[in-house]
């Protein structure tokens, strides 16, 4: 439970970042909050030789409105992020999702871009940003770039990055009061997902549907939409959340059972973004 | 009024949440300056054969000073078995030389300047092994096809009792039979393990390490490095926890104060939350078998319990633990007929200790089962399935058939008392309301009672020790062979010295854990300590009033019979006449005053009580969430009410963490899945309901105080008592059991199969 020995760079601006990333080569890695990171780092499972701290660059820390969309900047913690007074009114999922990652201690050192660059599949923000759609905004040694979420989230543990490059910003569709859910099921409710569904209404009156677990990435249950988009009902839309998943079996859930959550959860979100009673997992009410 | 029975505010917590407690981790002793860090070479894999060790990389590496491998402890004597009745065979060696039993099991040690060294450094170690096939679960282990120890020619660490006559259940109108897992559970002590040992010129050794009681794990030391006791000096520092895993000393300990020789410099070592997951004794571990037969108006004839616990790959306390299991298989019920076998057998896994309960548990969980299996067969409400088998309210000692002897108990009442307290009634009226109305989410209601065993003589005797010494200043000081790692000694004993003596709580200083100033001592483990510890606390101070009086009446010139004690000014006085006195102070001023005494208990004590837990299922999910816990533990006489509650507390949290989350997980190789804590999950205020603690207290004869153990009955009644309730949550949709931890995927599972069945049957029918 001791990282292997690593050098350490602060910065102080994303030009220094991408300058300390030049320098350090595929050995860097990005350190922001460190709730993902350095786990990893103490079981040895990732070993860098370089960390560079990010977390002193203030020109990160943003949620404001740009136009059509919500734009986020990467060091965003989810504790600013839960509380922020524009996300909760453009964008209300995100802030709620927010709310419901880890506990209060990693809520207040996590941030939004490392969470969407270490691309766990169990990862809930990511989930959110999936359903929602929008843009993940990428500093590196040639300029800006911005990539697609949809096309950002590639494999198990692997993003669209580029080597030198890291997380600016990302951008969402500003989606006001539409109706929107997040169904995570979990162990403890401080534990990562067993399986998760996001679900928002978006601008044009389509509906994002994204799975936290549901194979080694996260995904967008692109059938549900797809059955959505056709006028199916919630139910028949819902019955089709697995397809197109490669869920794995682990000591917390075999891939039936992640399936069967997928499904139900996915129902779950769906009815209650439609503003329609259904009980939702995460409550509970209480016995005679 | 007394002192004795109210809420006294625990005096160490202000130094616990503020300047923080010392652990061993945290020493700063001037002794320890210099000191070396000891890191564990350990195996990955569950079981082979070594092939070659080679620590010559590991030497080179910075900040090294030693690499020991097992070669390089020819001085010491090998470890002796835990119990002299576990065959030789069964070795457990300092470090491994030719076979690695489980992921985990030590190899080398390396010797480093800084701790972050160490790790480092471990990884140069090249261990080259041939990998055997592991042994994992009982029932593998039971095939003896892979055997751990081929010199013993089985896997049968230890066998105990004899097969149920073959017509046990002749009779019977109904008998049903059910596969139990009562699983391994890990103890997770906030605090790891962590020793720090240092030779002095004297020769003699000073230890320091986390554990349940200095004087077990100083004799223990001694005697695995083959020392005179009087050459080992064990001191406790604070202690975070221990659950059952820090009795006694682990091996790791030992060995740490032998390369402290070795390398002539002082050592410490702390393990790391993974290494604590996969090498600090795990705990329960039990397959059973319960079978249950009587009639269909609900009397129980007959009761058999045989059980297989996984012992891990080297003999330790959980070996003996199904024989405390056996010795509670009726519980608090009074079956004509009783039966009860079992077996330790070894497997490639972290090896079984004590946790919370110890054998207990398991024995309350098994009947448990076995009367809701047999009220759901003759469909009869559980509580009244448990009401017609009770055994009736005694004053007098009661003997079950296997041998166990309860000193008081009224269980009838208990559980009447918790039934009351839940609403019983309502509860399943709401619950029919649900299943009528097929509501997604469903109630489930789980009853259960238990009696425990607290106290118990563990080789030790029943006896504990205690002195208590008044000073001219008006303080005392309470030295007790007790060893607190939570509990809340400090206060406790202080008011029962207080109690007698009238010197306030906060004027007396209670001392543990230093085996040359308290050289006797039984340490705090199987609820103990108040029946023995505080007994013998009282016990002191009643003594110390009458030394105390002899001598007041020689200053005073009165009849030592007409002194009494004024607990307002902590003084003796001649009765009726106030302004003739002499307090505690002034009598130690002219000379010390102080006594060492000895209680021993006459038996041990059998706490008891009832739970009703009551939990909502998703039924499409399958979740159970708890959302009421209503209990009765009856501890005998409760000294602070306080404290005693908060043993209650935790005890619940376990027990429902067992019951819904916890399990310690193997790969079929035998490599641990939950050696993390975002693997094991210990469960937080978040997954439980405020606990509901109802009152009830049936004094013990076995000692003056009349107060049983309460460390561990919260978790012995409410571990059956949440599972039942997840059952019964689902038990109109056809199921019967579901196996601990009863997870959302086995509940939903459960259902599916049950429905499948019934489906399956409409269809065989039509």
Request: proline share 5%; aromatic share 6%.
């Amino acid at each position: 439970m001791i990282p292997s020995p690593f050098d350490y760079v602060r910065v102080s601006s994303v030009d220094e970042a991408v300058a300390a990333l030049a320098e350090h080569g595929e050995d860097a890695k990005i350190l922001a909050g460190g709730h993902s990171l350095l786990p990893i780092m103490k079981l040895r499972l990732a070993i860098p030789s370089v960390l560079i701290d990010i977390s002193g660059i203030s020109e990160l820390n943003y949620v404001r409105v740009e136009g059509d969309q919500v734009a986020i900047g990467a060091g965003t913690r989810h504790h600013d992020l839960e509380n922020s007074e524009v996300a909760k009114a453009e964008v209300p999922l995100l802030p709620h999702v927010a709310s419901r990652v880890g506990d209060p201690q990693v809520r207040h050192r996590g941030t939004l871009g490392g969470t969407v660059a270490h691309c766990d599949p169990a990862s809930d923000l990511p989930t959110a940003l999936l359903a929602l759609g929008g843009s993940v905004v990428l500093a590196g040694p040639n300029g800006r770039r911005e990539v697609p979420i949809t096309e950002f989230f590639l494999g198990f543990f692997e993003t669209a990055m580029e080597e030198g490059e890291l997380i600016v910003e990302l951008r969402v569709p500003r989606t006001g009061d539409a109706g929107w859910a997040y169904e995570k099921f979990t162990r403890r409710e401080n534990d990562w997902p067993i399986v998760s569904a996001a679900v928002a209404h978006l601008p044009g009156g389509r509906i994002g549907v994204a799975l936290a677990n549901m194979g080694g990435v996260v995904l967008k249950a692109t059938a549900v939409e797809a059955a959505l988009a056709e006028g199916k009902s919630i139910e028949e839309a819902a019955a089709l959340a697995a397809e197109g998943t490669s869920p794995s079996s682990d000591m917390h859930a075999d891939a039936e059972y992640r399936s069967h959550l997928a499904r139900l959860l996915t129902r779950r979100a769906l009815t209650v973004a439609a503003g329609e009673a259904e009980a939702s997992t995460a409550e509970s009410t209480a016995a005679a | 009024m007394s002192i004795l029975g109210t809420r006294v505010v625990r005096t160490e917590d202000p130094q616990f949440l503020t300047r923080g407690a010392v652990y061993t981790d945290d020493l700063t002793d001037e002794r320890l300056t210099g000191a070396l860090h000891a890191t564990f070479v350990r195996s990955q894999v569950a079981h082979a054969k070594i092939l070659s060790v080679d620590t010559e990389a590991a030497k080179q590496a910075p900040g090294v000073v030693a690499v020991y491998t097992a070669a390089d402890l020819t001085d010491l004597p090998p470890l002796a078995p835990p119990f002299p009745f576990i065959a030789a065979e069964f070795e457990r060696q300092w470090l491994c030389t030719d076979t690695v039993r489980f992921v985990g099991d030590a190899i080398a040690v390396v010797l480093t300047e800084e701790r972050y060294q160490g790790e480092d450094a471990a990884e140069q170690v090249v261990v080259d092994l041939d990998v055997l096939p592991a042994v994992v679960g009982t029932a593998n282990a039971a095939k003896d096809e892979t055997i751990l120890f081929p010199a013993a020619g089985t896997n049968v660490l230890a066998a105990f009792g004899e097969p149920a006559p073959a017509d046990f259940f002749d009779g019977c109108e109904v008998v049903v039979e059910q596969a139990v897992v009562n699983q391994r559970v890990a103890p997770v002590p906030l605090e790891t393990r962590a020793t720090s040992a240092v030779w002095g010129e004297d020769g003699r050794v000073t230890v320091w390490c986390t554990n349940q009681g200095a004087q077990q794990a100083k004799g223990q030391i001694a005697e695995w490095l083959g020392l005179d006791a009087s050459l080992v000096h064990l001191i406790t520092p604070d202690v975070g926890g221990g659950f059952g895993a820090k009795i006694g000393a682990d091996p790791e300990y030992a060995l740490v104060a032998h390369l402290a020789k070795l390398s002539g410099r002082p050592v410490r070592w702390t393990e790391s939350r993974s290494e604590n997951l996969t090498t600090m004794l795990h705990g329960r571990g039990q397959d059973q078998v319960v079978k249950i037969g009587g009639t269909r108006d609900g009397k129980v004839l007959a009761y058999s319990l045989v059980t297989d616990q996984d012992g891990g790959a080297y003999p330790r306390i959980g070996v003996v633990l199904p024989t405390l299991t056996m010795l509670m298989t009726p519980g608090t019920y009074a079956f004509p007929k009783v039966h009860a076998q079992a077996r330790a057998l070894a497997t490639n896994t972290t090896p079984i200790g004590a946790y919370r309960g110890a054998g207990r548990p398991e024995a309350t969980a098994a009947v448990e089962r076995a009367m809701d299996l047999f009220a759901a067969e003759i469909g009869m409400d559980p509580a009244q399935v448990r009401r017609i088998n009770l055994v009736p309210k005694f004053d007098e000692p009661h003997t079950t058939l296997m041998g166990a002897t309860y000193d008081s108990g009224d269980y009838v009442a208990a559980l009447d008392k918790a039934l009351e307290a839940s609403g019983y009634a309502e509860l399943r009226a709401e619950q029919q309301a649900r299943r009528e109305r097929g509501d997604a989410r469903q109630l489930g209601i789980g009853i259960s009672t238990y009696v425990e065993i607290t106290g118990a003589d563990n080789g030790a005797g029943t006896g504990e020790e205690a002195e208590l010494e008044v000073h001219p200043d008006g303080t005392a000081t309470v030295l007790t062979g007790t060893s607190p790692h939570g509990q809340g000694h400090a206060t406790t004993w202080a008011m029962l010295a207080s109690d007698q003596l009238g010197i306030p709580v906060e004027k007396i200083t209670v001392l543990h854990g230093d085996t040359d100033r308290i050289p006797k001592g039984g340490g705090t483990m199987g609820s103990r300590s108040l029946q023995q510890g505080g007994a013998a606390v009282h016990q002191a101070a009643v003594e110390l009033v009458e030394v105390a009086k002899k001598r007041a009446a020689e200053r005073l010139e009165a009849n030592p019979d007409d002194l009494i004690v004024d607990l307002g000014s902590a003084s003796l006085q001649v009765k009726g006449t106030p302004g003739v006195s002499v307090s505690f102070a002034e009598l130690a001023a002219e000379e010390a005053l102080m006594v060492q005494t000895t209680f021993t208990a006459a038996a041990a004590t059998f706490p008891f009580g009832a739970h009703v837990a009551v939990v909502e299922t998703d039924v499409e999910s399958g979740k159970a969430t708890v959302v009421r816990i209503v209990t009765v533990d009856d501890a005998g006489t409760i000294i602070n009410p306080l404290l005693a509650e908060g043993q209650r507390h935790g005890g619940i949290a376990q027990g429902v963490a067992q019951a819904l989350l916890e399990e310690v997980l193997y790969d079929e190789d035998g490599n641990p899945q939950t050696s993390t804590l975002a693997d094991y999950p210990f469960i937080s205020a978040t997954e439980l309901p405020s606990f509901e603690l109802v009152e009830m207290a049936t004094p013990t004869p076995m000692n003056p105080l009349g107060a049983k153990g309460i460390g561990e009955a919260g978790t012995i009644g409410s571990t059956p008592a949440v599972q039942s309730a997840v059952i019964d949550s689902v038990a109109h949709l056809g199921v019967r059991h579901v196996d601990m931890p009863a997870t959302s995927m086995r509940v939903w599972k459960a259902v599916q199969a049950a429905q499948a069945g019934a489906q399956h049957q409409n269809g065989s029918t039509n």
